[in-house]
């Protein structure tokens, strides 16, 4: 069985080493396929790798650095570090420096993700990073708390179950990496639908990407959004909306949003985010 797994995934694995972001719904497999694990481990360089793994945003970050670290050992990667960030003065050491220089891939895990941003946000460190993802020098990737950063509007928490309204959502600024996108993740997995929603309304100059657990939302340098994994990647996109009461209600009031787009991508599928529009299969 562990055999035709493994046939599997390397019928299935990128055969291109090309930098991506990966932006990724949380609990996702390590320990079976590790599909998504592996993924970023190739588009990091496979054998090749120097991967930096920031555990910041977990209230247990050398536990949770170190169970990267060994997924990413057993794959084969060249050099792991964990960047064990807990003051905003080691975002100047010059050993970290020195490393995010070289490192061809960088890992944000789960946790929470305003203490991620509290540690992250405006420093030199941040800019460095941002930078080579830019100029296409590095894959990045976060998971859970790690995916909700990488908007400039991001979602800090909010509750689900209910009709969309303002009260749903709690916003607070993220590290900016796509900022044109809000993030939700363990989407469908949490009821958060009502939730993402209730943040575009709010900013419907972005686009809503919802991400269920054990799925990614892979950002490629063209623009293109590819789904790898187990789940869905919700797309909202308020382009064409035609009317919203939200600026209008108190904030327990339901929302109403008319001619709101919605995709549902699942394996394989792409969007332009350029272009807002769903790239054919085949």
Known sequence: ???????????????????????????EDKVHGREILHTFFYRAGSTDAQIAIIPSASREPAIIGERYRGIFNEMGAKRIEVLDIRDRDQCEDAAIHEYLEVCTGVFLTGGDQLRLCGLLADTVLMEKLRLRVQMGQITLAGTSAGAAVMGHHMIAGGGSGECPNRSLVDMATGLGIIPEVVVDQHFHNRNRMARLMSAIAAHPDRLGIGIDEDTCALFEQDGILQVVGKGTVTIVDPGEVSYTNQPLIGATDPISIHNLRVHILSYGQRYDLHQRAIIPTG
């Open 1 to 27: 069985m562990q055999q035709l797994e493994l046939q599997a995934l390397e019928t299935r694995k990128p055969q291109s080493t090309k930098t991506a972001i990966m932006v990724i719904g949380g609990a």
